[in-house]
């Protein structure tokens, strides 16, 4: 498995399963544990999801069935909004690895700036902390702005290794990934095939008429040419097998610019600038 490495020298997979809006329920346990038992050695969830209890047996049970043992995993899960403020925090992260059934997280991250940016420094040094204590491997953010970050990085001492945020063909983020680029934070991307509306695209399915690909292995190729950590979520075992087979082709510089060119500034989700954690 391809990985990209934080400036701190740790290293992470360049594709792992995600889980949003996958249910706390048997099919979640049986995606995670197919995922671990076909290659797949980073999985991504969330307390918003309200799935860490079978994301955590799916692992358990993956473990098991593989030999694998628990480092050869890399395990993300992200803070809620009402669990913001640094005394919350140890908490927070506490009740996560105890519902994961696991003993630390590789990577830990703020789910949303928030609207309130002396809550959002406030609740970074609290990330902090469990970094310092040695709680977690990595600690980043999800859906941060460049604006978010310099006025993060004015008041902390430790920069996020990385910020999870909507990426896609039609929102390709390109002053928010030079940016990153600049600051050696790495850019991953959540829901990277939009719910599948992305798969219906036109350009997408010349492309991968194109190389024999399909139009979900495509977009995560692109994701993957562009340094961008890629998560797409599926619990069809066919595809979470096909969405790990990215390795053994390339886009062209061409694909890669056609592919680009169908940018409108699109967003799925809320505007980070906007929201505070109510839909």
């Not at 980073?42 to 692992?59: F, H, L, P, R």
């Not at 491997?137 to 004015?154: D, Y």
């Not at 692109?222 to 599926?234: R, T």
Request: aromatic fraction near 8%; hydrophobic fraction near 35%; glycine fraction near 6%.
């Amino acid at each position: 498995m391809e990985t990209v490495q934080f400036y701190n020298g740790r290293e992470m997979p360049k594709v792992g399963l995600g889980t949003y809006r996958v249910e706390n329920s048997d099919q979640c346990k049986d995606a995670v544990k197919h995922a671990i038992e076909n290659g797949y050695r980073s999985i991504d969830t969330a307390k918003i999801y309200g799935n860490e209890e079978m994301v955590g047996q799916g692992i358990k049970e993956g473990l098991a069935s593989t030999g694998l043992q628990r480092d050869d995993l890399f395990i993300t899960s992200k803070l809620w909004l009402e669990d913001y403020g640094r005394n919350n925090v140890a908490q927070a992260y506490e009740t996560t690895i105890h519902k994961l059934g696991l003993d630390y997280l590789d990577l830990y991250l703020m789910h949303w700036p928030g609207t309130n940016e002396a809550v959002m420094i406030d609740t970074w040094q609290g990330m902090e902390d469990l970094y310092k204590d040695n709680k977690v491997k990595n600690i980043g953010v999800s859906n941060f702005t460049p604006e978010n970050f310099e006025a993060l990085l004015a008041q902390v001492s430790i920069k996020p290794v990385i910020n999870q945020v909507e990426f896609h063909p039609y929102l390709i983020q390109k002053d928010l990934r030079k940016y990153l680029e600049a600051q050696s934070i790495v850019m991953e991307s959540w829901s990277p095939l939009m719910n599948a509306k992305i798969l219906e695209d036109e350009t997408i399915n010349e492309v991968a008429n194109e190389i024999g690909k399909s139009p979900a292995q495509v977009i995560i190729r692109w994701n993957v040419q562009h340094g961008v950590v890629v998560i797409p979520k599926s619990v069809t075992p066919h595809r979470i097998e096909e969405n790990l087979n990215v390795f053994d082709f390339e886009l062209s510089d061409a694909q890669m610019e056609k592919i680009d060119s169908l940018n409108k500034d699109e967003r799925m989700g809320p505007h980070p600038a906007e929201y505070n954690g109510h839909k």
